[in-house]
């Protein structure tokens, strides 16, 4: 039953409008192979930077590696691409709060 509704939820998001935008952009980004892979440079630096969890504040590393790629993303392409898959990434934590809230998980092995 839980599977069966999972897989009817995947579809529904691969109906959505944000998934589709989403898979749109990254169509055309990909027609650039040279743009695409600067992109995806781009996208795995900010992420790594963004993932450290050392209590610094990394705004001007962040602020330095956008200067750094600015070109790239400037590029229309880049720019709705990555304003996608902000908005996919959004409605897929949308989609997972609603379906873990009011479970009850007990974590205090963790402790």
Do not use: C, W
Not at 64 to 73: F, Q
């Amino acid at each position: 039953m839980v599977t069966n509704e999972a897989r009817i939820l995947n579809q529904t998001i691969k109906d959505s409008e944000e998934y589709n935008r989403y898979q749109q952009a990254m169509h055309k980004v990909k027609e650039n192979q040279e743009l695409y892979q600067a992109m995806n440079i781009f996208r795995r630096r900010n992420y790594e930077l963004q993932s450290y969890d050392d209590g610094v504040n990394r705004y001007q590393e962040i602020h330095n590696l956008a200067l750094e790629y600015e070109k790239v993303l400037r590029n229309p392409l880049v720019n709705e691409f990555l304003i996608a898959e902000q908005m996919i990434s959004r409605k897929l934590e949308e989609v997972y709060e609603a379906i873990v809230e009011d479970l009850e998980f007990d974590y205090s092995y963790m402790e």
